[in-house]
């Protein structure tokens, strides 16, 4: 079952990327670099406010095996008002920021980004019960069917000449028919019943978990608003594309052990020896190939997004050979830190990411401070830096 469903998992990935690939090149030929860093601004909060937009509790319910009907029920309803909180929250108050970061133009696509949340969340919920079944055949078809359609639309969007919108039509669009599919392909409902005990009983992990990814992502994308104080937007739309290229390799090579893996291990984490024996084999052939991925694209990158870009995007391919040179720690610090969740360390994660956010602090004040190159250089200090803290504070589960 796990081999079949990371087999799964990784056709999906690779399909996937190869489709994101494939529409990026057409879709970056039809746009500015000022879009894309005017769109990086935007992406920027709504990656944060992803973080909040459940409060964990999709995980927290995978992780929770011996969830009943009633329990499920009270999870989604929970889920489905915090995606309305995070809704409201985001239409409100981040046009007003940034408008205050000289971005005042971003107002109306801020609120129709915002519209992702509810959207998600009504999905997510869903595709809970998916995770919980390890039917991750189900994940791997909604998310080639949902990033092929959502390409279609983005690309057709800006032919048009809808600029910024076609990323967000793209954006959305994707959630949208994620959610519709989820519907579609998975048997379970939600009843009419909740009980807020129900969420109380996760409350503590779900709580922990939350701080965590909040903690991760504010300091994660505040290089784009840090940047975007010292830079032409030209630039910070080079910067963007290569973060986001860079961003979309690591999420998917990470989420295809992460996903299942997390499923896996929470469901024999009684079982110690076997829990150690699949983390080993796991972390040291995620290694390999994302040590070799890496290598290959920094020796190749700038070539390669000339290739893909045209001529004019060749800085953000100067810029991407820095940001992918490090990326193969990324997914070995996620299979870590789902291994530690799933084995109820969510404590341990989260003073983990308090630490190693903190180096991401220190490289933010030398972007702001020295500018674009010494902060790519010491962005590939720190990411040593914390695959070493990561691998010394699990140390002692695995020994």
Not at 192 to 212: C, G, M, P, Q
Not at 227 to 240: A, H, K
Request: contains cysteine; positive net charge.
């Amino acid at each position: 079952m796990l081999i079949k469903n990371l087999l799964w998992e990784a056709t999906s990935k690779i399909v996937v990327q190869g489709i994101a690939f494939l529409f990026s090149i057409f879709l970056t030929r039809q746009l500015t670099p000022e879009i894309y860093g005017e769109f990086g601004v935007i992406m920027a909060f709504v990656i944060i406010f992803h973080a909040l937009m459940d409060f964990s509790l999709v995980e927290s319910f995978v992780q929770k095996h011996d969830a009943n009907q009633k329990e499920l029920s009270s999870g989604y309803w929970g889920i489905v008002f915090m995606g309305g909180v995070t809704t409201l929250v985001f239409f409100v108050f981040i046009p007003i920021i940034c408008k205050y970061l000289g971005y005042s133009n971003l107002g109306i696509p801020l609120r129709w980004m915002s519209l992702v949340f509810i959207i998600s969340v009504i999905g997510d919920g869903i595709g809970m019960t998916v995770t919980r079944a390890m039917n991750f055949k189900v994940h791997s078809k909604i998310s080639m069917i949902a990033n092929f359609s959502s390409s279609c639309i983005g690309l057709i969007s800006a032919y048009q000449g809808f600029g910024i919108y076609a990323l967000i039509f793209q954006f959305i669009s994707k959630t949208s028919i994620s959610t519709v599919l989820y519907f579609m392909f998975e048997k379970w409902r939600p009843t009419l019943y909740f009980n807020l005990n129900d969420i109380k009983i996760v409350s503590d992990y779900a709580s922990k978990r939350t701080a965590t990814k909040f903690i991760n992502q504010v300091i994660t994308n505040l290089d784009t608003v840090v940047l975007s104080i010292s830079l032409p937007v030209q630039q910070l739309g080079f910067y963007n594309k290569a973060k986001s290229v860079t961003n979309q390799y690591i999420n998917n090579s990470s989420s295809i052990f992460s996903g299942v893996y997390f499923s896996y291990f929470s469901k024999h984490k009684e079982k110690n020896d076997l829990l150690i024996a699949s983390f080993i084999k796991a972390f040291f052939l995620l290694f390999s190939i994302t040590l070799l991925i890496s290598i290959l694209l920094v020796i190749f990158g700038e070539n390669l997004f000339v290739f893909m870009f045209k001529e004019e995007w060749k800085e953000s391919g100067q810029i991407f050979q820095y940001l992918i040179g490090i990326s193969f720690v990324y997914p070995l610090i996620e299979l870590i830190q789902v291994y530690l969740n799933a084995i109820n360390q969510a404590t341990t994660t989260l003073k983990i990411n308090v630490l190693t956010k903190s180096l991401q602090l220190i490289c933010l004040f030398i972007a702001f401070k020295f500018g674009l190159t010494y902060f790519l250089i010491s962005l590939i200090i720190k990411g040593i830096l914390e695959l070493i803290v990561n691998v010394v504070a699990m140390w002692k589960y695995i020994i």
